[in-house]
């Protein structure tokens, strides 16, 4: 059982940047990969980021690459979002979540935060 722990999101201004952390309970963060999805009011969960056990591969959506950057720290049992040059279309609830294998599939994944809400005004 792996517990997720999303925080960090808020409000802010277009062109703005926030930082999300979602921390992990349990000695096998390392065993998983982590991502990162946000889902939009009236809008379904989208992938945003994803990056490997190790941390050594990342992969992105197109709307959030060269904006977006994902990390981990396995010591700190603690994966990173870090959102630069948001846009009001990047508001949404983000949640981060592990999965034993790699995708950007929501339903390869196998535990889930309970989501941030961020919030980005023009």
């Known amino acids: 059982q792996v517990q997720l722990v999303e925080s960090g999101g808020g409000l802010v201004q277009a062109g703005g940047s926030l930082s999300l952390s979602c921390a992990a309970s349990?000695?096998?963060?390392?065993?998983?990969?982590m991502g990162w999805f946000r889902q939009a009011p009236g809008k379904e969960r989208e992938f945003v980021a994803a990056?490997?056990?190790?941390?050594?591969?990342?992969a992105y959506a197109d709307s959030v690459k060269d904006r977006f950057t994902i990390s981990r720290d396995n010591a700190k049992n603690t994966v990173y979002l870090q959102m630069n040059i948001l846009k009001p279309e990047d508001t949404a609830v983000y949640y981060c979540?592990?999965?034993?294998?790699?995708?950007?599939?929501?339903?390869?994944?196998?535990?889930w935060g309970q989501g941030t809400q961020v919030s980005v005004s023009s």
């Open positions: 979540a592990a999965t034993s294998s790699w995708s950007s599939s929501g339903g390869e994944y196998d535990y």
């Open positions: 349990g000695r096998t963060f390392s065993s998983y990969a």
């Open positions: 990056i490997s056990r190790s941390g050594g591969v990342t």
